[in-house]
T-cell receptor, first 112, second 115 residues
Framework: GNSVTQMEGPVTLSEEAFLTINCTYT??????LFWYVQYPGEGLQLLLKATKADDKGSNKGFEATYRKETTSFHLEKGSVQVSDSAVYFC???????????FGKGTKLTVNP | EAEVAQSPRYKITEKSQAVAFWCDPI?????LYWYRQILGQGPELLVQ????????DSQLPKDRFSAERLKGVDSTLKIQPAELGDSAMYLCASSLAGNPTGELFFGEGSRLTVL
């Protein structure tokens, strides 16, 4: 079945550090890929997405590129801020089933 | 901006009691999902509706959980009786029929604590 594997957390960085959160997936066909973010006490919000191979999703300084050859969708940000502290979830969406399958999440803490 | 509404935000109950959660999706969204998120883990799909019909409830523990969406709009998820292991965040999400973008819109969730 479809699945998503994220790097284990938690991740703790200093402000302005470079962030990478690894995500790999297993799926049949060509899923769409997403990063969702969950700030403390809130629901999930879409951060960025990519719907086909080599697409790059970007938002709020975050980027991720859909790599079909490595089945990956790693999240990156060049300079993190304290306000980026949250839990980040990688997810895949299979059009036929219309289901979103999540990874376990990676908690990011950014210290001033 | 349209939002998915959920209530209650927080619920504390004792084991063996009944509990219910309500969700009102974004207007016009035909597909509605209930996810369960155990602390420290990613959300897992419990049930998926298309209008008033259940599309997938394969992960719903049907001996104690039930879900309905009678008029194809709002939805209720019920647990009876609640067990200690049911403590989690229950997330509701909605999307357009056919979901052309693959994007789900989530509510803020209902956090359940079973004592």
């Amino acid at each position: 079945g479809n699945s998503v594997t994220q790097m284990e957390g938690p991740v703790t960085l200093s402000e302005e550090a470079f962030l990478t959160i690894n995500c790999t997936y297993t799926a049949t066909g060509y899923p769409s890929l997403f990063w969702y973010v969950q700030y403390p006490g809130e629901g999930l919000q879409l951060l960025l997405k990519a719907t086909k191979a080599d697409d790059k999703g970007s938002n709020k300084g975050f980027e991720a590129t859909y790599r079909k050859e490595t089945t990956s969708f790693h999240l990156e940000k060049g300079s993190v801020q304290v306000s980026d502290s949250a839990v980040y979830f990688c997810a895949l969406f299979q059009g036929g089933s219309e289901k979103l399958v999540f990874g376990k999440g990676t908690k990011l803490t950014v210290n001033p | 901006e349209a939002e998915v509404a959920q209530s209650p935000r927080y619920k504390i109950t004792e084991k063996s009691q009944a509990v219910a959660f309500w969700c009102d999706p974004i207007s016009g969204h035909a597909t509605l999902y209930w996810y369960r998120q155990i602390l420290g883990q990613g959300p897992e799909l419990l049930v998926q509706f298309q209008d008033e019909s259940v599309v997938d409830d394969s992960q719903l523990p049907k001996d104690r959980f039930s879900a309905e969406r009678l008029k194809g709009v709002d939805s209720t998820l019920k647990i009876q009786p609640a067990e200690l292991g049911d403590s989690a965040m229950y997330l509701c999400a909605s999307s357009l029929a056919g979901n052309p973008t693959g994007e789900l819109f989530f509510g803020e969730g209902s956090r359940l604590t079973v004592l």
